[in-house]
C-alpha cells in the first residue's frame, strides 16, 4: 500500500513538470492563503532541525493531508510522516529527497514524463496543481516553473531514474553492443514506473 501511495505522490509532481502533454496542462491551483502565511512566517533554510520537525508535525502534515485525503481518502487516510519521508525516516535524519518516492525519469526525458502522465492522469494533475504549490508555498519557496528552474518542484521529494547510459551499479555489466546497433533502452530503475 505504500508503494501505491508513494507512486502516486511521484506521478503527480512528475507531470507538473513534464514540458509536454497529450493535453494542456491544467494550471497551477494556488495554494490556500492558510499555507501562504504558513510559509511567509518561517525561513526554512534557516531553521534549525528542531523548528522543522516541529513545523513539519504542527503545518506541513495536517495541510497535506487534507490534499491527499481529498485526493484519495482510503489510500491517505492514516497518512503521516512515512508517506513522504520513507520508513526509515529516522535513520535517515529526514532528509529530502527520499529514496523511497517514485523515482522520476531525468528532467529531459519527455518520453518518460509523457508515460507516467498517460499512466496516472489524475495523480500527475493532483501532484501539479496542489501537491507541488502547496507544499512550496509552506516551506516559504517559490514554486518551480520552466522560468524559475531554481523553485521548489518534484525533485525536492523524489530522485531521479539513472540516466540513459548511465554507469551501471557495481557488479552489474552492461549489455554488449552489436555493431551499428542502436543502443538498449536502460532498464527502469528500481522503485521507478
Known amino acids: 500500500m505504500m508503494k501505491v501511495s508513494l507512486a502516486a505522490l511521484g506521478l503527480a509532481c512528475l507531470f507538473s513538470n513534464a514540458a509536454i502533454a497529450a493535453e494542456p496542462a491544467a494550471a497551477p491551483a494556488a495554494p490556500s492563503p492558510e499555507a501562504v502565511a504558513a510559509g511567509k512566517k518561517i525561513d526554512w533554510e534557516k531553521m534549525d532541525v528542531n523548528a ?6 504542527k503545518t506541513v502534515l495536517p495541510t497535506m493531508k487534507k490534499l491527499f485525503v481529498a485526493f484519495d481518502k482510503k489510500r491517505y487516510s ?3 510522516c512515512p508517506t513522504c519521508h520513507g520508513k526509515d525516516a529516522s535513520e535517515r535524519k529526514f532528509k529530502m529527497p527520499s529514496p523511497e518516492l517514485p523515482k522520476l525519469p531525468q528532467p529531459t526525458d519527455r518520453a518518460g514524463f509523457m508515460a507516467l502522465q498517460q499512466k496516472k492522469p489524475e495523480a500527475a494533475k493532483f501532484m501539479g496543481t496542489q501537491v507541488k504549490p502547496t ?4 516551506l516559504g519557496k517559490p514554486e518551480w516553473q520552466p522560468s524559475n528552474p531554481e523553485g521548489f518542484g518534484c525533485y525536492g521529494c ?3 531514474m539513472d540516466a540513459p547510459g548511465a554507469t551501471p551499479p557495481p557488479g552489474v555489466a552492461p549489455a554488449p553492443a552489436k555493431p551499428g546497433a542502436p543502443a538498449a533502452a536502460p532498464a527502469p530503475a528500481k522503485g521507478g514506473w
Open 158 to 160: 523524489h530522485t531521479k
Open 135 to 138: 507544499i512550496a508555498a509552506l
Open 52 to 57: 522543522k520537525k516541529g513545523y513539519m508535525k
Open 78 to 80: 492514516s497518512m503521516g
